[in-house]
Structures are given as structure tokens and as C-alpha cells.
T-cell receptor, first 111, second 115 residues
């Protein structure tokens, strides 16, 4: 039981490049989330999903897209990376008691 | 608007000393309350949660937290800190907003432990 996993762990992009971050969970959770973490700002919700095939915007969705084609996977895409998207990205899934379980994070640098 | 405030950005304690990390929230109803810990380079790990009932909740690693409705607070405590407790701690409020359950996080408190 791996919980929540994320790939890759690190990535460096040039401005304008695209990439996809993959999140996988093996707990059969319906809800999944993508957050970004920046110093002094805690975690901010980018997008979330309430089940396979459904996604919705969170607090800071601009510049990101997501897809949930399979229940266990939640993908976060950056179509045209910007330096402001340099951050640590965390995926989470939600249990029955509303607690969220987090992955180890992806550290992204956009130059 | 709903918010979570952690007034202390950094706290330093000596190993073996007691610890209290403060958390205040702004929300009209009784929220779900959580404390998470994040070690350097790691994801967030759930320490404890409060939904209802006994206002003093026990968590992992010897931590406890007390919900005080009158003060809108959910402070985290540990009677004797260990060097391995050095990490960043996040308080979070879980609430229903826009038809979905979400967490609002405080900005975090970084704990340093002196030997």
C-alpha cells in the first residue's frame, strides 16, 4: 500500500515549456487535489476532482489544467510554464473522515 | 471569509521542554480541524483531527490538541519535545464550500529544537 505517489520528484523547465505531473493513489479515494506550496503562504488549492472524469477549479487555477481519466490517477498539466509557477506541488486524496493524505511532492523550477 | 491564522512563524524550544503551537480560525460553524507536520523535503503527515465530541484530541508522536470554541482556537501541544520533532507544522480547517469539502491551511509554524 503505497498511499499517494507523485512523479517526477524534481523538474527544471524553461519558460514556455510544458509538462505533466502525475499523481497516483491506491486507497480508492474519490476526492483528489492538487496544491502548490510557496514560502510563507501555506498550501493553496489549484484544482480538485470529486471522482473519475470530473474536475473543478480551486483557488489558484490559472496556468494549469488537470485530468482524471482513471479514479486512481490525477494529472496536473502546465501548458506554457512561467517563472511564477516555480513551486513545490503536492497531490492529496481524501479519506472518508475528510482527512487528506499527501504525496511526497514535486519540486518544479521554471527558469 | 474563512481563514486560518498561525501567529508564530518560527518557534525554538529546547529538547525536553513543553511545546504549544497556536492556531486560530475564522468560520461561522464548527469546522473540521487538523494538524499536519512536514519534515524537510517531505509531504504533509496528519498528526490529529477534530470533528466533534471530546475537545481534547490525541494524535500520533505524543501530540495533542484542544478545541476551544469560545476562542476559535485549536492549539497543538506536546509535553516534552524531541529533536526529531523539528519540522514545519500546519493547522488546517476543513469546511464545505461551493459544494465540496476543502482544507484551508495556515501559513505554518517552523519548529527548531535545541539540544
Amino acid at each position: 500500500n503505497a498511499g499517494v505517489t507523485q512523479t517526477p520528484k524534481f523538474r527544471v523547465l524553461k519558460t514556455g515549456q510544458s509538462m505533466t505531473l502525475l499523481c497516483a493513489q491506491d486507497m480508492n479515494h474519490e476526492y483528489m487535489y492538487w496544491y502548490r506550496q510557496d514560502p510563507g503562504m501555506g498550501l493553496r488549492l489549484i484544482h480538485y476532482s470529486v471522482g473519475e472524469g470530473t474536475t473543478a477549479k480551486g483557488e489558484v487555477p490559472d496556468g494549469y489544467n488537470v485530468s482524471r481519466l482513471k479514479k486512481q490517477n490525477f494529472l496536473l498539466g502546465l501548458e506554457s510554464a512561467a517563472p511564477s509557477q516555480t513551486s513545490v506541488y503536492f497531490c492529496a486524496s481524501r479519506g472518508l473522515a475528510y482527512e487528506q493524505y499527501f504525496g511526497p511532492g514535486t519540486r518544479l523550477t521554471v527558469t | 471569509a474563512q481563514s486560518v491564522t498561525q501567529p508564530d512563524i518560527h518557534i525554538t524550544v529546547s529538547e525536553g521542554a513543553s511545546l504549544e503551537l497556536r492556531c486560530n480560525y475564522s468560520y461561522g460553524a464548527t469546522p473540521y480541524l487538523f494538524w499536519y507536520v512536514q519534515s524537510p523535503g517531505q509531504g504533509l503527515q496528519l498528526l490529529l483531527k477534530y470533528f466533534s465530541g471530546d475537545t481534547l484530541v490525541q494524535g500520533i508522536k505524543g501530540f495533542e490538541a484542544e478545541f476551544k470554541r469560545s476562542q476559535s482556537s485549536f492549539n497543538l501541544r506536546k509535553p516534552s519535545v524531541h529533536w526529531s520533532d523539528a519540522a514545519e507544522y500546519f493547522c488546517a480547517v476543513g469546511l464545505l464550500s461551493g459544494g465540496y469539502n476543502k482544507l484551508i491551511f495556515g501559513a505554518g509554524t517552523r519548529l527548531a529544537v535545541h539540544p
